[in-house]
């Protein structure tokens, strides 16, 4: 049964120093799957509830491959709690993991960051009550840009109601540069006019505990930087 509901209307975004890390808040699992272009297709489900996946013996962890993903992506998944995976190629991939790496997959899904180096293709992917935190691994800084720049007109499409282009690669990534200072979108406070959509951001540096940031929302009374979007045409802009 679907159960994706109501949009989000806050997105926070930090990049962790030195790492292909970034923490968030607002973006939901399946948001994330529609919004990354050449979704992967199978799925190591290292953490989950999810009851159609297959079992691979020679790790010991259940998968789903393109004929169950869909109804992965429909499930329940905030109703797991604690949820995470990684991708991979095909399942001979899994059937070639060493003992040693198994160990690294386990040691992720328990503690949520990488032992030595955690397994897989693209991403690896750690979410704790799917969209209120979420903690994501990527060997690619260009497939976060491409999720940035399809979430946000996403959201913005639901909220508004209005037709909205996605956001031009370099737009993008001015967004993840900013989140190396922690990049708070408050589409709750979008500011709308006939001709114009414009989104509220400021940077809050970086936090783990996504209550906190949450309730950030209630102090902050100026934002910094400012997504919009006027005549099918995207800008940042910064305000002192």
């Not at 994330?32 to 272009?37: G, Q």
């Not at 013996?57 to 949820?83: A, C, M, P, S, W």
């Not at 030595?116 to 976060?144: C, S, V």
Request: hydrophobic share 40%.
């Amino acid at each position: 049964m679907n159960k994706i509901g109501k949009t989000r209307d806050l997105i926070y975004v930090s990049k962790e120093d030195h790492t292909n890390c970034f923490y968030s808040y607002g973006i939901e699992f399946h948001e994330f799957m529609s919004c990354i272009p050449d979704r992967p297709d199978n799925l190591l489900l290292i953490k989950h509830n999810f009851e159609e996946a297959l079992m691979n013996r020679h790790t010991g962890f259940e998968y789903v491959t393109k004929q169950e993903i869909n109804k992965l992506i429909e499930d329940d998944v905030y109703g797991y709690g604690d949820f995470c995976w990684v991708d991979f190629i095909d399942e001979e991939e899994l059937d070639a993991l060493s003992s040693d790496q198994i160990a690294q997959l386990l040691f992720f899904g328990h503690l949520a960051r990488p032992l030595h180096k955690i397994p897989m293709n693209r991403f690896a992917y750690f979410a704790h009550d799917d969209g209120w935190f979420n903690k994501l691994y990527i060997t690619e800084h260009q497939d976060y840009e491409n999720l940035l720049a399809n979430v946000i007109p996403m959201k913005l499409r639901r909220l508004t109601g209005r037709k909205v282009n996605g956001i031009p690669s370099a737009i993008a990534s001015k967004l993840v540069t900013c989140a190396k200072d922690g990049l708070f979108i408050d589409l709750s406070n979008v500011i709308k006019s006939r001709t114009q959509l414009k989104i509220p951001m400021t940077a809050i540096g970086h936090w783990t505990d996504m209550d906190q940031v949450y309730n950030l929302r209630e102090e902050i009374n100026h934002y910094q930087i400012w997504l919009l979007y006027s005549n099918k045409v995207w800008r940042i802009v910064k305000e002192d």
